[in-house]
């Protein structure tokens, strides 16, 4: 390389080092401004909650945080002093996005903060209300309001003191202050007749002490805020509640999580830092290239929250808490901790053990049938025993499970002979004869009947009888249960008729050896069959394929047909390594060998040189076969050259060497199918028998809507099919559909069979059924999004449905089709409430609410099925329901 290219080398690593360096330290520059100072909780819990989200980011993020000190200091003061130095800080390297927490924050930046950033996105949280929000926010600007739940809290208060009388409510009165306290004023018109107001607000610290002591008993206090003193001076939230304490025993209840956390009792709260993620959230969305203008503000939602130890101490019953409480410092045992999923084993052992002495008790029931049953057995056996045609009996498989006395005879077998055997391998063997045998038992199969068919078939001896055949499938209770065949000697009549066919032609074997390679599962009685067709069309001696293991076992098999009377000619022997070794090395230094004379290849045991061992006079035709061009073992032909017939041999060598592709193709095929098709088939039953026992566990527990869910999954499996869905995605709406309901396993059986109107609040216990059955679900390691499918099912697209109320795009494709064949089995189908309404009336239901509740795509689709196919549609999917 010259200079001139030298130099030109260093300035392409020196542009590509340059290139991936820009990509490498591209960072994130996020300024967080608080109204508050640092170590105030609910300032210090926001900023934990960002803090969280950003560190999950995979770019570098640096964090910049300000702080206003408005509980310590009046913001206005410094203001001006605040927006030159975040001018002179951010002056090089602006901010990318910006987040202020409470109202003083948001107030700056929506004024001062406009003139210092006038193109940053800005995401406020923590502030009071919606009169907070001027119409002169921008459209950079989104964020959350805080909302104080204080009917919450007193409602929590008296559900845990219910003979209280009087609430004393304390605030101070400062902005935030007064705020909550005209909160108060609309809280409290619900109370008015009630609960008595008692006002101790605005007061220091002796007089509220004073005031405290003199509170009458029944009374419940209400910490609101209280933050500065009767002269503005700073009081922390540990400060004002050691006041507080120190003055009083009655209990005290707070609408701020950090007051509960440190000792009091309870109260509808907002979690700092649960508020500070979801405003980082909303930050990532915008920092990802979405419009802070299509990011609507919302209010965020306040959760029950109560201190463990204090109304541990209180001795109050944790039963008689709500539900979705949060308790602060509660104790982490096991036990606790995952009570409700213990009680939910406890219930499923409890079913799955009722089901275990149902299923004993129909055993007995079953046994006592097959008594009765064993006479008219009798019977029948003694009218097919003494039939004068030769009659069997054949399973599904078309093997043979009873033949009588005249069949026997007639192909000279004994009955252990026959019994089990494939009855066309048995009288017919191969060819043309194997083919008509199969054609015959297809047709019985499919229901057909065979009657009068004159034909061949094989006796024990080798020697052809020619018979007439029928056939009659067994069908009972509409399902195939096998056939049974008729045989009639015709010997004395077709003794003069007809010679043997001539064997298939060259292409006609080639087309019979690749057909069974294919489908045949058993490869080695595969080889045997082709091995024996190519010797017979060669007129060979005998015709074998050595495979060979891997190379470093050395060790192999060989499968031979050759001219013999025992066991038809046929032998699979095991080779040694120095009898594998010198065929490994001819076939690899020739792709075809020749030899004529007495082979070098030695056999170590009698029975092998007896078959194999050639004599001079007989030619040796040896050929390679490749498993994924490796070498895998040889196929072999010994037979005796006609002298001037060349054109055959070339045609041997052109056959054999096809074969020796298609067997190489085969046995890569065989050894890859046999180990997937192993495990596939056990992984197959288990998971559909399990989510088969899942679905009847609810039938169990709700009769009457037996079969429903089986009705919904094969309709809802339809329509995703109609739509040409994956299949994976139709697999996931059909096992979705098949344990929709599972959630309603917990409801109690008096709501679920209930035979008139459902009140409120037991509809609001049905409802949850989505969530249970999700929760249930979720737990298990599905290749299907099943429990978010199984969540959304009774969703609806205008936003109506339940549990969370989504909206079109938000609901899966998945979960609409099976809301939509939900709604039909359901309409259709008998209730304790109510009588079938019939398939016509639910179709007509989905079409009124489609697009309104139900998806468009999916209601044109399922309605276009039943069009089609009429009530036939219907009925199928009945009865696949009844046969599950």
Known sequence: MDRTGKFRFFLFVLLMFFCFSKVAFAEETILVLHSYHNGYPWTDAISRGIAKVFDQRDKEVNI??????????????????????????????????????DDDAFIFMNHAGRRLFPKVPVVFCG????????????????????????????????????VTENVAVIS?????????????????????????????????????????????????????????????EYYSPDEILAIIQDATDLPIFSVLEMMIERGTLAGSVLRGEAHGERAAKLAVEILDGKAPSSIPIREDVPVSMG??????????????????????????????????LIAINVAITSVLAILVIALLWNDKLLKREVLNLQSETEHLEK??????????????????????????????????????????????????????????????????????????????????????????????????????????????????????????????????????????KDFEQTILSSLHDLRLFFRARYMSVFLFDRPDKG???????????????????????????????????????????????????????????????????????LRDEAMAGCVCCVFVREKGNDHEEHISEGLLGIYSLLLGSALSRYETELALEKNLLLLSKTFKETFHLMSRLLEIKDPY????????????????????????????????????????????????????????????????????????????????????????????????????????????????IVCVSDVVEAMSSFRPYRPALGIEEALEEIQKKRQ???????????????????????????????NV
């Open 172 to 232: 101070d009165l400062s902005l935030t202050g007064m705020w909550i306290i005209n909160q108060l004023r609309e809280s409290m018109k619900s109370y008015e007749g009630k609960v008595n107001e008692i006002n101790l607000m605005g007061l220091g610290p002796d007089d509220l002490k004073k005031s405290l002591r003199e509170l009458p008993p029944q009374t419940i206090i209400l910490l609101l805020l209280y933050a500065q003193g009767g002269e503005g």
């Open 307 to 340: 201190n463990y130890t204090g109304l541990k101490d209180l001795k109050k019953s944790l039963q008689s808490l709500p539900g979705d409480m949060i308790l602060f410092g509660e104790p982490e045992t096991f036990f606790y901790r995952h009570r409700r």
């Open 127 to 162: 502030v009071n209300s919606r009169e907070s929000l001027t119409e002169e926010i921008d459209s950079l600007t989104t964020g959350l309001i805080e909302r104080l739940d204080i009917e919450g809290t007193i409602n929590l208060a008296l559900r845990l003191f219910p």
């Open 705 to 816: 809507t037996a079969g429903h869910q089986q009705k919904v999954a094969y309709l809802a499996k339809a329509i995703a099919e109609r739509m040409e869905l994956p299949h994976n995605r139709v697999e996931a709406v059909f096992y979705a559909a098949l344990v929709h309901d599972i959630g309603k396993i917990p409801v109690p059986s008096s709501i679920l069979s209930k035979p008139g109107r459902l009140s409120e609040a037991e509809f609001a216990i049905i409802k949850n059924h989505a969530r249970f059955g999700a929760e249930i679900l979720s737990a298990i390691n599905f290749p299907w999004p099943i429990a978010d499918i199984v969540l959304q099912h009774h969703e609806h697209v205008d936003g109506t449905g339940y549990p969370h109320g989504l909206k079109g795009d938000e609901i899966s494709l998945e979960a609409k």
């Open 64 to 101: 910049y945080v300000e702080y206003l000190d408005a509980k310590r200091a009046s913001p206005n003061r410094f203001t001006l002093f605040l927006e030159n130095s975040l001018r002179l800080k951010y002056k090089k390297k602006p901010p990318d996005i910006i987040l202020c927490g």
């Open 852 to 882: 309104i509740w139900f998806d468009s795509r999916v209601v044109d689709v399922c309605l276009h099925i039943f069009k089609e196919t009429g009530g036939e549609f219907w009925k199928e999917i009945t009865k696949s329901s009844h």
């Open 555 to 625: 060790r192999g098999t060989a499968f031979i047909r050759y001219e013999g009377e025992k066991e038809m000619g046929r032998k699979v022997f095991p080779l040694t390594f120095g009898e594998t070794e010198p065929l490994r090395r001819t076939i690899q230094s020739q792709t075809v060998f020749f030899l004529e004379g007495k082979s070098p290849f030695t056999w170590d045991t009698e029975e092998k040189k007896q078959i194999l061992e050639t004599t001079p006079d007989e030619t040796v035709i040896l050929l390679p076969l």
């Open 383 to 520: 009218l097919f025993e003494n039939s004068p045609h030769g009659t069997i009996l054949i399973n599904p498989r078309g093997e043979i499970m009873r033949a009588n006395r005249a069949f026997l005879r007639m192909f000279g077998y004994g009955r252990k002979d026959v019994k089990g055997k494939d009855v066309d391998s048995l009288l017919a063997k191969a060819g043309d004869l194997l083919r008509h045998a199969q054609d015959l038992t297809i047709i019985t199969g499919l229901g057909g009947v065979v009657s009068g068919r004159e034909s061949l078939r094989l006796r024990k001896d080798g020697s052809l009888l020619p018979v007439m055949i029928s056939g009659y499938p067994l069908v009972t209770k509409g399902m195939y249960r096998g056939s049974y065949g008729i045989y009639t000697d015709i010997s004395a009549r077709k003794n003069n008729e007809g010679a043997i066919r001539q064997h298939l032609r060259a292409e006609e074997i080639i087309s019979s050896l690749s057909a069974a390679l294919v489908k045949e």
